[in-house]
């Protein structure tokens, strides 16, 4: 199983932006080969699919409140994965969760949408406010 740890998050104020990463290791494969992607889960709510991006990277889901804000990435040689986060609102402060899977079973969206991922990581806080 990947061991997913992340970092980058903090206080910052609105229409600010933050880079979260997410260091992976533990991987069998290469990391191009593993479907990866960003959650977060608010105080009284449940856990949502963030940006998600399959397998070799053909694909990519954004949540609507997302859209056009955030980009997810990663780097390959260095089993990282990247969540650029621009202009920023208090709506987006929760707690962020980076998590992997060799196997992709549908779409990357539905993957996302379900939470359907295997490896997680701990979490790091992102909170928005002036």
């Known amino acids: 199983q990947p061991q997913l740890v992340e970092s980058g998050g903090g206080l910052v104020q609105p229409g600010g932006s933050l880079r979260l990463s997410c260091a992976v290791s533990g991987l069998i494969l290469d990391l191009d080969y593993y479907a990866i992607g960003w959650f977060r889960q608010a105080p009284g709510k449940e856990r949502e699919g963030v940006s998600c991006?399959?397998?070799?990277?053909?694909?990519?889901y954004y949540a609507d409140a997302v859209k056009g804000r955030f980009t997810i990435s990663r780097d390959n040689a260095k089993n990282t994965v990247y969540l650029q986060m621009n202009s920023l609102k208090p709506e987006d402060t929760a707690v962020y969760y980076c998590?992997?899977?060799?196997?992709?079973?549908?779409?990357?969206?539905?993957?996302?949408?379900?939470?359907?991922?295997?490896?997680w990581g701990q979490g790091t806080q992102v909170t928005v406010s002036s």
């Open positions: 991006l399959s397998r070799s990277g053909d694909s990519t």
């Open positions: 998590a992997a899977d060799s196997i992709q079973i549908g779409t990357i969206e539905t993957m996302c949408v379900m939470n359907d991922f295997g490896s």
